[in-house]
């Protein structure tokens, strides 16, 4: 199965600024790519899909982009705030219902 | 909220303890998951029911027995657990015919194992 990194474990950040968290897969390219967020004690909520032939996908004041040769895909928040800070967890297609995540970054916005 | 629930919330038990995990969903999805997820650790798949038919076992030890009765319900039966079985165990549903397996996650069991 594929392997995932996030960049990293904890990134803290100005409110107001862009948050960018990276994803890094290592074998295939998936068929899609997922974001979630996941608040202490709650179970993760779906944020965000993109598939591998979309460059760019955008939410409101969030934005995932997908780059199959790199094998990577950011993640942004805009305009962050206090609200924002949560684990965000990247996650890919395995085949046939099944995702495998990974082990997600911390996002602290700081007012 | 989402439309998954799962009760208890909390749970402590003894390594000779036998008790129950329940999740509810009322999307009307046909498929079901069972994840641990471990402090520093990504979320694990352990098992997969689509149409209450068991499709993915991910080498989890037998002292987890799943039952799925039924599309919207799904448990997770414990016995003999061992310390380090001590996680947060989330239950999840996405629509079976979905190409991109989108899943609503319950809120969780953080079950510690003495």
């Known amino acids: 199965s594929q392997k995932i990194e996030q960049n990293s474990e904890a990134l803290n950040i100005q409110e107001g600024k862009t948050a960018t968290l990276t994803c890094n897969y290592t074998n295939y390219s998936p068929a899609y790519l997922q974001w979630y967020r996941q608040d202490p004690g709650r179970g993760p909520v779906f944020l965000l899909l993109?598939?591998?032939?979309?460059k760019e996908k955008r939410k409101e004041r969030l934005k995932v982009t997908f780059d199959t040769t790199l094998k990577q895909s950011l993640f942004h928040i805009t305009a962050s705030q206090p609200a924002d800070s949560a684990t965000y967890l990247c996650a890919l297609d395995e085949g046939y219902q099944k995702v495998t995540f990974g082990t997600g970054t911390k996002l602290q916005v700081i007012p | 909220e989402t439309g998954v629930t799962q009760t208890p919330r909390h749970l402590v038990m003894g390594m000779t303890n036998k008790k129950s995990l329940k999740c509810e969903q009322h999307l009307g999805h046909n498929a079901m998951y069972w994840y641990k997820q471990s402090a520093k650790k990504p979320l694990e798949l352990m098992f997969v029911y689509s149409l209450e038919e068991r499709v993915e076992n991910n080498s989890v030890p037998s002292r987890f027995s799943p039952e799925c009765p039924n599309s919207s319900h799904l448990f997770l039966h414990l016995h003999t657990l061992q310390p380090e079985d001590s996680a947060l165990y989330l239950c999840?549903?996405?629509?079976?015919?979905?190409?991109?397996?989108?899943?609503?996650f319950g809120p969780g069991t953080r079950l510690t194992v003495l």
């Open positions: 999840a549903s996405s629509p079976e015919k979905s190409s991109y397996n989108e899943q609503f």
């Open positions: 993109i598939r591998e032939n979309e």
